[in-house]
């Protein structure tokens, strides 16, 4: 398969699923099609040539509706992917907007009980939450994002 074929298959699982679709990983896979060709090497390109065949052959051979199995597809096909994406284009693994509303207020609430109104660690926290924020929203508008469930 090339990866023109493998975009139409893209756009015939976003069409065809259904409540399920969060487990297939289509956006993160979209965002790898989007910088295909600016991967630096051949060797890289049919590294994620493979692996997203193999896993568009699972998703033939398989109905995905169970959290456990869309992490094994994750980690088995789109991790190693990930991983070349981040070394050479700079992706960002995605933290989804209500887990990092969680952290960040976990991260608030440890530091009150621990730190108790130390107003130099609040600003410091503060300031590193927004910029966060805001490479967050970098990389979203620039496609160079992958996760879980996305």
Known sequence: MDITNLEKELDRYRKN??????YYHLNSISNFFFH????HDDESKQFVMDSLTACFKYYE????????????????????????????????VFTKPLMMFLLIISGYSIAYFVFKNNQIFFITYSILVLLFIVYSGVKFSQRKMYAFCW
């Not at 699923?17 to 969060?22: P, S, T, V, W």
């Not at 295909?36 to 991967?39: H, P, R, V």
């Not at 992490?71 to 190693?80: A, D, R, S, V």
Request: proline share 2%; glycine share 8%; net charge neutral.
């Open 17 to 22: 699923l259904g409540a399920n679709k969060k």
């Open 36 to 39: 295909f060709d600016s991967l």
């Open 61 to 92: 051979e398989h109905s995905i509706d169970d959290i456990r199995e869309s992490m094994n597809i994750f980690q088995q096909y789109l991790i190693p992917v990930g991983k070349i994406y981040q070394k050479q284009l700079g992706f960002f």
